[in-house]
Nanobody, 121 residues
Framework: VQVVESGGGSVQAGGSLRLTCTAS????????MGWFRQAAGKEREGVAR???????IVEDSVKGRFIVSRDNARNTLTLQMNSLKPEDTAMYLC????????????????WGQGTQVTVSS
């Protein structure tokens, strides 16, 4: 499985960016797709994901500003980021990994190389 992200860049605070992730190759019915981010000097944290039942989970830190959606036919995940803040600056990584309770903590599954998002004040 190959996971590839695109759409990062630099933007001023209050602006918007859209990230896209595509997983190609084998598909797994019990796998979910989602976004993590890691800022310099900080631990990786979950951002948003699509659960096995199709529901969207958005972490509190970005709730109300970020929207996650998935195109199952294309195995593509999109993250629409609005009202960006400097604290959103990070490397954003897409993951295609087993759904379930260990989603946030287990470093399993397939990961992309990441795309950098930089928000200036």
């Amino acid at each position: 499985v190959q996971v590839v992200e695109s759409g990062g860049g630099s933007v001023q605070a209050g602006g918007s960016l859209r990230l896209t992730c595509t997983a190609s190759g084998s598909t797994y019915t019990a796998y979910c797709m989602g976004w993590f981010r890691q800022a310099a000097g900080k631990e990786r944290e979950g951002v948003a994901r699509i659960e096995a039942d199709g529901s969207a989970i958005v972490e509190d830190s970005v709730k109300g500003r970020f929207i996650v959606s998935r195109d199952n036919a294309r195995n593509t995940l999109t993250l629409q980021m609005n009202s960006l803040k400097p604290e959103d600056t990070a490397m954003y990584l897409c993951a295609y990994k087993p759904c379930g309770g260990t989603w946030l903590s287990a470093p399993n599954g397939f990961w992309g190389q990441g795309t950098q998002v930089t928000v200036s004040s």
